[in-house]
């Protein structure tokens, strides 16, 4: 009777022994199938790659910027096909292949006079795109008095008005209006227009314009040669790419007429665009989309312009002529051809 009670006694414990064991390896496998599940589908998340962000592509973009251009088999000096002479210096890049199709002292350093506004909106807009700063186009800007006493090309601006940035931004891409780019200058340079011509500067250094140095944000000239904004047809180049990342800029660069002040109002001016080349313009060039003229006594008749035909993009700089009919007589004939050496090829 004893024994048979020890033997069941027995049983029983191992009995217990195999279910709790049971018990402890089944919760073992589900503990380990739920742990490798997670483990897979982090692994399939880890191998879809993610989009490039904002910053990203625009580091991309100035990673090619600062590229070298390709010289070999460039042009050069007077091309007998096109009829009117060159100016002083000269470029034109095929931003395709980034080869230079003709060039003419590209990287002789020269003023470049309004050409300067493509730098001051340039700084301008993205601090407006910038996320960390509180500006958009609709920000409204206090004409100073420092602003009013700026004279060249203008909009005359009154101590009495305030614009939009963008109203501003505008009158500097198509009218080349000095009080409007010194105005812009002023207001995002917080009061100091000396901060903002840093900001050009540093831009400048980024964008890989190793020749280029600014002193003011309009490109009057200074009361010497030395106090000139001065840069390249290279470096030039460089700046309109820049410029072509941003489609707003170039909306405001190819516009040929634009209302400044509402029309019936004091003040009211239809503004022209001094690039007379742009497609609807008075000498319309095809493919002709921007950017912008500039000219001083010491810089001569300048142009950088960006033209795309059959889907290709072309910019030229042409720096250092005596009148702007034989710029843009120049320029046009240098796009036909550019493209005629293109389609060839």
Same mark, same amino acid.
């Given at each position: ?51 490039? =962000?904002?910053? #990203? $592509?625009?580091?991309? !973009? ?8 390709? +010289?070999?088999? %460039? ?88 614009? =939009?940035?963008? #109203? $501003?931004?505008?009158? !500097? ?8 780019? +010194?105005?812009? %200058? ?160």
């Amino acid at each position: 009777m004893k024994n048979s009670k020890v033997i069941i006694v027995l049983v029983s414990i191992l009995l217990l022994h195999g279910l709790v064991l049971g018990l402890v390896l089944s919760n073992g496998c589900s503990s380990t199938k739920a742990k490798t599940k997670p483990d897979v589908e982090n692994k399939e998340t880890a191998q879809t790659p993610s989009a490039p =962000t904002t910053q #990203e $592509l625009r580091q991309q !973009a100035l990673e090619t910027i600062r590229k070298p251009y390709d +010289y070999d088999n %460039a042009s050069s000096g007077s091309i007998p096909k096109v009829k009117a002479l060159p100016g002083k210096s000269g470029i034109v890049v095929d931003l395709e292949t980034r080869r230079v199709l003709w060039s003419k002292n590209a990287n002789k350093v020269a003023p470049i006079a309004s050409m300067t506004k493509l730098m001051t909106m340039l700084v301008a807009y993205e601090m407006v795109e910038d996320p960390s700063n509180s500006y958009s186009l609709e920000t409204p800007v206090k004409v100073s008095r420092a602003a009013y006493a700026i004279g060249g090309s203008q909009v005359y601006l009154d101590p009495k008005e305030t614009f =939009t940035v963008e #109203e $501003l931004m505008k009158a !500097a891409a198509i009218k080349s209006a000095n009080d409007a780019a +010194y105005l812009l %200058a002023e207001f995002f340079g917080e009061g100091d227009v000396n901060t903002f011509v840093r900001k050009m500067n540093a831009k400048a250094a980024e964008l890989g314009m190793k020749h280029t140095k600014f002193r003011n944000p309009h490109g009057l000239p200074g009361k010497s040669a030395a106090e000139d904004n001065v840069s390249t047809p290279e470096d030039m180049v460089r700046l309109a790419e820049a410029t072509l990342l941003h489609p707003k800029l170039m909306e405001w660069t190819s516009t040929w007429r634009a209302n400044f002040r509402k029309p019936g109002t004091k003040g009211h001016m239809v503004m022209q665009n001094t690039n007379h080349l742009l497609s609807n313009g008075s000498d319309p060039c095809p493919g002709v989309d921007g950017l912008k003229t500039g000219f001083i006594q010491r810089s001569g008749y300048c142009l950088t312009a960006t033209c795309k035909r059959g889907g290709r993009r072309v910019i030229v700089v042409s720096m250092g002529h005596n009148t702007w009919r034989e710029r843009d007589r120049f320029v046009k004939g240098l796009l036909n051809w550019s493209y005629t050496r293109i389609d060839k090829e």
